[in-house]
């Protein structure tokens, strides 16, 4: 089935650092969207980008959406220990209103303090 | 948080038996997803429901089936459950073109 490439798929690094993951698809996509997952929980919105070139920021994350609608990239400036979970990409197509989402493995981010 | 709840949180059953997991929500969404996570997969469409009785398949639904008899249910079947089903089923609830909310997942082991 569909899939998108994330990488890295894992990330250790200092406290204070700044932190970059990018996506990619063969396919186009309308909307790229990044989530973060905590141990134990469902996955919870960061950034939705809904078109091409786009650069969005929530606080310290910072997402782009790719110019050939094939990729995206999510940097977090100045990492926090509460950064440290699992950050996914997922592409989105709506097929009768519905969001269908096309999901990356996920990144794993560790902080040492 | 969106008012959703998943129902068991765990569970452990043997292979060949039939699975009932439900999603329940408190938001009167119109659409209703239910996703497996798995390592080094992330997480995958299973099936969905864009209203009451209106499903259709996602790209891993074969061996599970859904139903939805009211807008705050949505229940997935395994109807033989098999080890390959071992994993975290996740249920997400929207509104059209607006962000998905995902429950707090079950764990499924198929011994």
């Known amino acids: 089935g569909q899939q998108l490439n994330q990488s890295p798929q894992s990330m250790f690094i200092q406290e204070g650092e700044d932190v970059s993951m990018n996506c990619t698809s063969s396919s186009i996509f309308n909307t790229w969207l990044w989530y973060k997952q905590d141990p134990g929980e469902g996955p919870v919105l960061l950034i939705a980008?809904?078109?091409?070139?786009e650069l969005t920021s929530n606080g310290r994350l910072t997402a782009q959406f790719g110019i050939t609608r094939k990729d995206s990239f999510l940097n977090i400036s100045a990492s926090i220990p509460s950064d440290v979970g699992i950050y996914f990409c997922?592409?989105?197509?709506?097929?009768?209103?519905?969001?269908?989402?096309?999901f990356g493995q996920g990144t794993r981010l560790t902080i040492n303090p | 948080d969106a008012g959703i709840t998943q129902s068991p949180r765990h569970k452990v059953t043997e292979t060949g038996t039939p699975v009932t997991l439900r999603c329940h929500q408190t938001e009167n969404h119109r659409y209703m997803y239910w996703y497996r996570q798995d390592p080094g997969h992330g997480l995958r469409l299973i099936h969905y429901s864009y209203g009451v009785k209106d499903t259709d398949k996602g790209e891993v639904s074969d061996g599970y089936s859904v139903s939805r008899s009211k807008t705050e249910d949505f229940l997935l079947t395994l109807e033989s459950a098999t080890s390959s089903q071992t994993s975290v089923y996740f249920c997400?609830?929207?509104?059209?073109?607006?962000?998905?909310?995902f429950g707090p997942g079950t764990r499924l082991t198929v011994t």
């Open positions: 980008l809904y078109k091409a070139g």
């Open positions: 997400a609830i929207s509104e059209e073109a607006h962000e998905q909310y």
């Open positions: 997922a592409g989105q197509s709506l097929i009768q209103g519905a969001q269908k989402l096309v």
